[in-house]
C-alpha cells in the first residue's frame, strides 16, 4: 500500500451521514486532517463554511463530491475464521484483512480455530503481532474456551487476556461437557469476557451435511435437525442464568433459537446472538433448485428453512438479534470440489455482508439506521470493542458507500484468498467505494468516485485517485 494512503487530509463533501450513536441521520460534510476526523458539519450552512476554510487552509486537500453516498461508521465483524497460523493456503491474516477493507469493515474478531489453536498467550500475541503489520483494519482474537478445542480442560483464558483476546470461544466445535461450559462462564466473567457459544448437539448432528426438512431427504443427504442449534442454545443460557456470565450466541439459524434467546432478553440475562447474511438472505430451498449438491452451500449451521429465515429477520429488526456477522470461513477450492457430504463446512462473507444488509433495508426489513447500528456499533459494544463510533477528534474509521452501486458477484476478484461464496452470481445494489480506518485510505474500490483536488472547483475534470489502494 502506498504511503501516500497514509494520513490522509480530505473533505467528504454533501455525504448522508448515519451515525447510530448520535441517531443523526442526514446530510453533512466531514473534514479529515492527517488521518483524524476533524470536523463534522451537518447544516449548510456550517457545509459552506468548512467549505470555505479548507479550502483557504489546506490547499493540498483532496474532495469527495459524496452527494448520494452514504457514511456509516467503520463496520464491525465479531466472526472471522482468519485461518493463520496453520492454515495459510486457505487466508492469511494480510489477505483476511484485505477482504474486510474491501467490505467496509474496520474491525474484526478472529476464531480461535487455528494450528496451533489460539488457547494460550503466545498464540494470541501471535496474532496481534502479525495483524500490526497489516494497517487499515483492527484485528481483535478471541482465545479458545478448552485447550486444543478438546472440550476437555479450560485454556489459560487469564494469560489469553493479557495478550489481548477480546472473547473466548470453541467456535467450529461445541463445548459438549456442561460442567466445562459453566466454569468457563465462571471463569470469563472474573475477567469481563463474554463466552461466545457454537450451540450444536454433535450426538443429535451426527454426520448431517444440510438442514433436515423436505429437501434433505428429497437429495438424500442427512439432515441435522433445527433442535440440535435449539437444545444447546437452551442448555447455555440456562448456564447464563446459573453463573450471571455473558453469553453471546454464534450464527443463529433457527426460529426455535431466536424464540429462547428473546425470552433470555425478557428475563434481564445477559445474553447477545448474532445472526449471519447467509441465514438471513437464503434458505434450504436453493439446495433443491439449481444449487442441488453445490458445496458453496454447505455451512454449519445449515441453511435452515423458510420460517427459520423470517424468523432470523424479524429478531434482526426488533434487536433479539444484537448484530451481522459473516462467519467468513475460507476453504481452497480443493476443500470444497468433493462430493457434499465430504465437503467441509463454511463459506465466505466479508466482501459481500454489506451488500447483504442493504438489500435487506430495500426489502424492508431494516432501516439504514439499523443497519448501521447491527454492523458497527452494536457489535462493537457487545465485545467492549473500542470501534463503531464517528466523532470529532479520533482517528478515522469510515465506510463509505454507494447504495446504488449495481454489482455482480464474482469470487474470483476477492481480496480473500478463497472462494467459496453462497452469493456467487448475485447481483446486489450498493456497495463499499471507499474504507477509511486506523488514519489511512485502506480501500478504495476501482468504479469509486475519484477524489478531486480542493483547489479546483466541484465538477472539474481534473481528478486523481489516491495510489496503491
Not at 128 to 150: D, N, Q, T, Y
Not at 154 to 173: F, Q, T, Y
Not at 332 to 344: G, I, L, M, Q, T
Amino acid at each position: 500500500m502506498s504511503t501516500e494512503t497514509a494520513n490522509p487530509t480530505l473533505l467528504i463533501d454533501g455525504c448522508r451521514l448515519v451515525d447510530p450513536e448520535t441517531r443523526y441521520d442526514g446530510p453533512a460534510g466531514l473534514w479529515i486532517e492527517r488521518g483524524e476526523l476533524k470536523k463534522i458539519a451537518r447544516t449548510e450552512t456550517e457545509r459552506q463554511a468548512l467549505r470555505a476554510r479548507v479550502a483557504a487552509t489546506a490547499p493540498e486537500a483532496l474532495r469527495l463530491e459524496a452527494d448520494g453516498l452514504l457514511v456509516f461508521p467503520g463496520l464491525v465483524d465479531l466472526h472471522v475464521h482468519l485461518r493463520e497460523p496453520g492454515f495459510e493456503y486457505k487466508e492469511t491474516i494480510r489477505t483476511g484483512c484485505e477482504a474486510a477493507a474491501r467490505g467496509g469493515f474496520t474491525a474484526i474478531c478472529c476464531m480461535a480455530n487455528t494450528n496451533p489453536v489460539n488457547d494460550c498467550r503466545a498464540v494470541t500475541e501471535f496474532i496481534c503481532a502479525r495483524a500490526a503489520e497489516v494497517s487499515g483494519v483492527a484485528v481483535h482474537p478471541i482465545g479458545a474456551i478448552s485447550k486444543g478445542l478438546e472440550g476437555k480442560e479450560l485454556a489459560e483464558i487469564a494469560e489469553m487476556k493479557k495478550g489481548g483476546i477480546v472473547a473466548v470461544s470453541d467456535d467450529g466445535r461445541p463445548v459438549a461437557d456442561s460442567a466445562l461450559m459453566r466454569r468457563a462462564l465462571e471463569y470469563a466473567r472474573t475477567f469481563d469476557l463474554r463466552v461466545v457459544s457454537h450451540a450444536e448437539d454433535k450426538a443429535l448432528a451426527g454426520s448431517g451435511c444440510m438442514h433436515e426438512g423436505a429437501v434433505s431427504t428429497r437429495l438424500g443427504l442427512e439432515g441435522i435437525p433445527a433442535e440440535a442449534e435449539e437444545i444447546m442454545v437452551a442448555r447455555d443460557i440456562h448456564l447464563a442464568a446459573l453463573t450471571g456470565a455473558r453469553l453471546h450466541i454464534a450464527h443463529v439459524s433457527t426460529a426455535g433459537s431466536v424464540e429462547l434467546v428473546r425470552r433470555a432478553k425478557e428475563k434481564g440475562l445477559d445474553v447477545t446472538a448474532e445472526a449471519a447474511p447467509h441465514h438471513l438472505l437464503l434458505t434450504d430451498e436453493v439446495l433443491g433448485g439449481s444449487g442441488a449438491y453445490d458445496t458453496r452451500y454447505k455451512m454449519n449451521p445449515p441453511l435452515r428453512a423458510s420460517r427459520d429465515m423470517d424468523a432470523l429477520r424479524r429478531g434482526l429488526q426488533d434487536g433479539t438479534i444484537d448484530c451481522i456477522a459473516t462467519d467468513h470461513a475460507p476453504h481452497s477450492e480443493d476443500d470444497k470440489n468433493v462430493e457434499f457430504h465430504r465437503a467441509p463446512f463454511g463459506v465466505v462473507g466479508l466482501e459481500t455482508a454489506l451488500a447483504a444488509g442493504l438489500s435487506l433495508v430495500r426489502s424492508g426489513t431494516l432501516s439504514l439506521a439499523q443497519l448501521a447500528e447491527r454492523m458497527s456499533l452494536g457489535p462493537a459494544r457487545l465485545f467492549g470493542l473500542p470501534h463503531g463510533r464517528i466523532a470529532e477528534g479520533r482517528p478515522i474509521s469510515l465506510a463509505v458507500i454507494d447504495p446504488n452501486h449495481k454489482w455482480t458477484v464474482d469470487a474470483r476478484r476477492f481480496r480473500s484468498k478463497s472462494r467459496n461464496s453462497a452469493f456467487e452470481g448475485w447481483t446486489f445494489e450498493g456497495d463499499v467505494a471507499y474504507t477509511l480506518a486506523q488514519r489511512r485510505l485502506s480501500y478504495a474500490a476501482e468504479w469509486a468516485r475519484p477524489l478531486t483536488a480542493i483547489s479546483e472547483p466541484a465538477g472539474a475534470p481534473t481528478q486523481r485517485r489516491i495510489a496503491g489502494v
